[in-house]
Every structure is written in structure tokens, then in C-alpha cells.
């Protein structure tokens, strides 16, 4: 599949299966573009009289071009891929990643928060010490050969249950060697509680932390309020800075939510660049239709072209170099993700499992406290394993909108909390967050030329 746009001044040419990305001139564009659907007479004599200055020798030039690429397998190459997908899922029986939900808590009260300020629709809790060993030993025993296994410690705020999170990295070091596996550690938090013991530990034990802001001290607090209804802003964003200062190079995420109330959301994303943080993620809001804060069909066309606006803003700052990072712009064309990531998806329910404070499994943190998804819990493993089936069976070409689709290999099926939370079934399509998605891979792409044309 071949999908083609013009973005920033550059004509682009995606050739799904294969991965390639072509950048060519208005002629060749056009001509890719009627390939399969004329003959070669009909092309040349339609290019020729488009452009004056092009003969139809020229055009059969560029053909014999285009045939070889497709010779090669670089344009318009078939998609092997599709039972690849479902056999990498119904053979995979390891578990590599845990979301470990050590406070069902929370001392922030955001309106927007899809974890109900952090009580998943029950009660209030901390997780044990016990449970979460339980839960380490769980990972351990269901992750086979794996070496490496990622473990993230959420919430609420899992800086409310501190002293737990310490003494099970403690317990996580201690086991590593014995059973020939390295824990990779993620702590995600609001920043509220952050002092000096905690940068210290986060910047030893953690791979990566994402901290959590909206962006300009209005936008954020607007939403990011305590329970005495006062913003966070002044609060944190002195706590990240000297965080983020003291982590040295070691990984790190600024990470905020956009919604209807504010679409311009670049300039928040700008706004945490200008404050000195190089490492961004602005994910957009998913709520019911109706809510105040929902994105509207309305707000569509502004969103996407804020993606272009950013991307570009983004080239530019990298040719001044004070350039930054954008996650949903990360984009290696080289050398990954490999092609079982990209077909398979993010493993939530099979690779990946969120874990609540009582030791229950559920699919993902997205899902935790929705009984239908419960899955069983540490104790006993996986107990209903026709749930688990429900996710094993979603990857990038389950739904007949993503066969179809030529970002499918990019996006792997997209996210099926998402398209539960849209259509009430982790098989439906999300399709306004498709749209985003798309706009997304078009912009980083476009960024992955421009760079390499400023070289």
C-alpha cells in the first residue's frame, strides 16, 4: 500500500509493507499516483500536457523508475505480514511488563482524570509490601526466558505509598541475579510530593519518570487543582526543574493532556520547551461525547493543523539548536521498532498487565476497576482467559478499517482502552483518535526528511 502527501513544501511517498519513504518532485508525485490506475500512454500524455516542460520520453524515464522500485520491493511491495500477526499472538505466553498500581489514592482532584482522582470507580488504597512481592514474583514466574522486564509504578499518586515503592525495588535488586533478569523501572507522578529523597531515588533506581503538566500555569491549573481547589503549577514545575537537572541524561517525560479548552496546544508545548524541558508528550483527552472538556468534531481541522504547526516550530529549533523532543514524533525509519511490535501492538492483556492494590489483573491501567476486563489476579494467574482472548486477537489488521489503512503499521492496531472508551468494544475503531494518529506519523515523517535535508 502507498500513501502520498504534501506537507511543509515536500512531496512524500510511504510505501507501507516495506518502509520506505520517497521524497520526489510534483511530476514523479503525479505519476506514482496514476500508476496503477493507467497505462503508460495514458500517464505520459496527461503529465505532458499538465507540465509543459516535460516530454513523454521524460515520463517513461521516470515509469521505468518507478517499476524498478516496485521490482524491488520499495514501492507498491505486498504485505506479507497479516497471519504473522495472529500467530506471533496466539503463540505469545510471556508476560514482560507490569503497571503497579501502589496507590489507589490521589491528593490532586483533576475534573478530566480518567482514574476518578485515582479511586478507579472503588475505594481509596495503598498497596502492601506483600502484594506488591507477590506481584514481582508473578512477573518473574510468568516471563519466561525474557531477561528484561519493565515494571511501572502508578497510581493516583505513587509517591503517596513512597516507602512501599522503595522497599520493592529493594526486593526487585535483590532477586535479579538470582533469576537472570534486569528490572527496568518507570515512575509516574504529579510532583506534588517530589523532595530531595525522592529525586535522589528516581534518579538512581528509575529508568524513566513522567511527570505530569498541562503546560502554561493557566491551562494546567485550570484542571491540575488540589482538594482545596488551588492549581499545582507553582508547585512542581520548580520540582521537575531541579528533578530533571539532577537526571543527568538518564530518561524522562514531561507528559500533559489537552482538551477542548485548549486546542492551541502548542503553545503549551512551547511553553514547557521554553522552561527548559527537552522531553514532551501532550496527549489529547478521551472522554464522553457531551463532556465540557471533550474534543469536538469542530476542534478536528484546528488540532491537525496544531501538529503542523509544532513540527515545523520543531525543525526550527532543531536547525537553532535549542531543538526538543515530542513523543508521538519519535520516529526511527532505520531501525525499529522490529516488525513483531509493529504488527502485534502494546500487549495489553497478554505481554503487559496492570496490577491494582489487592493484587487483581486487569489489561491495563485503563481498564483497572471495569469488572467485565478483570483477568484474574497474582495468586492465580490469568482466570479468564476468554477476556485475555479479546485482546490477543487485536493487532494491526483485525478490524477492517486498519487493513485497509496505510498507517496500520505505525499505529499496530491503535489502543484498544481507547476504542473501548469510543465504541464500547476493544474491537471497534476510535476513528477521531486515528485521525490525530495519522496527522501524527504524516508530521514526523515530513520532520525525519526535512532533518536529513538540512544535513
Known amino acids: 500500500?502507498?500513501?502520498?502527501?504534501?506537507?511543509?513544501?515536500?512531496?512524500?511517498?510511504?510505501?507501507?509493507?516495506?518502509?520506505?519513504?520517497?521524497?520526489?518532485?510534483?511530476?514523479?508525485?503525479?505519476?506514482?499516483?496514476?500508476?496503477?490506475?493507467?497505462?503508460?500512454?495514458?500517464?505520459?500524455?496527461?503529465?505532458?500536457?499538465?507540465?509543459?516542460?516535460?516530454?513523454?520520453?521524460?515520463?517513461?524515464?521516470?515509469?521505468?523508475?518507478?517499476?524498478?522500485?516496485?521490482?524491488?520491493?520499495?514501492?507498491?511491495?505486498?504485505?506479507?505480514?497479516?497471519?504473522?500477526?495472529?500467530?506471533?499472538?496466539?503463540?505469545?505466553?510471556?508476560?514482560?511488563?507490569?503497571?503497579?498500581?501502589?496507590?489507589?489514592?490521589?491528593?490532586?482532584?483533576?475534573?478530566?482524570?480518567?482514574?476518578?482522582?485515582?479511586?478507579?470507580?472503588?475505594?481509596?488504597?495503598?498497596?502492601?509490601?506483600?502484594?506488591?512481592?507477590?506481584?514481582?514474583?508473578?512477573?518473574?514466574?510468568?516471563?519466561?526466558?525474557?531477561?528484561?522486564?519493565?515494571?511501572?509504578?502508578?497510581?493516583?499518586?505513587?509517591?503517596?505509598?513512597?516507602?512501599?515503592?522503595?522497599?520493592?525495588?529493594?526486593?526487585?535488586?535483590?532477586?535479579?541475579?538470582?533469576?537472570?533478569?534486569?528490572?527496568?523501572?518507570?515512575?509516574?507522578?504529579?510532583?506534588?510530593?517530589?523532595?530531595?529523597?525522592?529525586?535522589?531515588?528516581?534518579?538512581?533506581?528509575?529508568?524513566?519518570?513522567?511527570?505530569?503538566?498541562?503546560?502554561?500555569?493557566?491551562?494546567?491549573?485550570?484542571?491540575?487543582?488540589?482538594?482545596?481547589?488551588?492549581?499545582?503549577?507553582?508547585?512542581?514545575?520548580?520540582?521537575?526543574?531541579?528533578?530533571v537537572e539532577a537526571r543527568g541524561h538518564k530518561d524522562y517525560y514531561i507528559r500533559g493532556t489537552f482538551t477542548h479548552n485548549n486546542i492551541d496546544f502548542t503553545n503549551d508545548i512551547f511553553h514547557m520547551a521554553d522552561l527548559g524541558f527537552s522531553e514532551l508528550s501532550m496527549e489529547p483527552v478521551v472522554c464522553p461525547e457531551g463532556d465540557p472538556y471533550a474534543l469536538t468534531k469542530e476542534d478536528l481541522p484546528k488540532i491537525l493543523q496544531q501538529y503542523e504547526i509544532l513540527a515545523k516550530e520543531m525543525i526550527k529549533r532543531k536547525k537553532n539548536g535549542n531543538g526538543f523532543t515530542f513523543y508521538h514524533y519519535m520516529l526511527d525509519l532505520k531501525n525499529g521498532p522490529c516488525i513483531y511490535k509493529r504488527i502485534t501492538g502494546c500487549g495489553s492483556g497478554t505481554e503487559y498487565m496492570a496490577v491494582t492494590p489487592w493484587g487483581e489483573l486487569y489489561p491495563c491501567h485503563q481498564f483497572v476497576g471495569d469488572e467485565k476486563y478483570s483477568l484474574g489476579d497474582i495468586w492465580q494467574g490469568v482466570t479468564k482467559p476468554d477476556v485475555q482472548d479479546k485482546f490477543r486477537s487485536q493487532n494491526a489488521y483485525a478490524r477492517k478499517e486498519c487493513k485497509d489503512c496505510w498507517a496500520k503499521l505505525y499505529c499496530s492496531g491503535g489502543c484498544a482502552a481507547n476504542a473501548y472508551h469510543a465504541t464500547g468494544d476493544v474491537s471497534g475503531i476510535y476513528e477521531y483518535g486515528c485521525q490525530l494518529f495519522k496527522k501524527r506519523i504524516e508530521c514526523a515523517v515530513m520532520m525525519q526528511v526535512a532533518l536529513q535535508t538540512l544535513n
Open 1 to 243: 500500500m502507498v500513501h502520498q502527501y504534501k506537507l511543509n513544501g515536500y512531496n512524500i511517498v510511504m510505501d507501507t509493507a516495506s518502509g520506505s519513504i520517497h521524497l520526489v518532485d510534483d511530476v514523479a508525485y503525479d505519476i506514482i499516483e496514476m500508476f496503477k490506475e493507467a497505462d503508460a500512454e495514458e500517464i505520459a500524455t496527461r503529465i505532458s500536457a499538465k507540465y509543459l516542460d516535460v516530454t513523454k520520453e521524460d515520463v517513461f524515464e521516470c515509469l521505468e523508475d518507478i517499476r524498478s522500485l516496485e521490482k524491488d520491493n520499495k514501492l507498491f511491495s505486498s504485505d506479507p505480514y497479516e497471519q504473522l500477526a495472529y500467530n506471533y499472538k496466539n503463540n505469545s505466553n510471556v508476560i514482560k511488563a507490569l503497571c503497579l498500581h501502589v496507590a489507589h489514592s490521589c491528593n490532586l482532584n483533576c475534573s478530566y482524570c480518567f482514574a476518578s482522582q485515582g479511586k478507579y470507580q472503588g475505594e481509596r488504597a495503598l498497596m502492601s509490601f506483600e502484594v506488591g512481592k507477590r506481584a514481582f514474583d508473578f512477573l518473574v514466574e510468568n516471563s519466561g526466558s525474557r531477561v528484561n522486564l519493565e515494571v511501572d509504578f502508578f497510581g493516583g499518586e505513587p509517591l503517596m505509598n513512597f516507602d512501599t515503592v522503595k522497599k520493592l525495588v529493594e526486593y526487585a535488586r535483590s532477586i535479579e541475579k538470582k533469576h537472570n533478569k534486569n528490572f527496568r523501572f518507570t515512575l509516574t507522578t504529579n510532583g506534588m510530593l517530589i523532595d530531595d529523597d525522592v529525586i535522589e531515588f528516581a534518579n538512581k533506581e528509575m529508568s524513566n519518570v513522567v511527570l505530569s503538566l498541562d503546560g502554561r500555569k493557566e491551562i494546567n491549573d485550570h484542571f491540575r487543582k488540589d482538594y482545596n481547589g488551588n492549581g499545582s503549577y507553582d508547585k512542581i514545575v520548580p520540582k521537575f526543574k531541579k528533578l
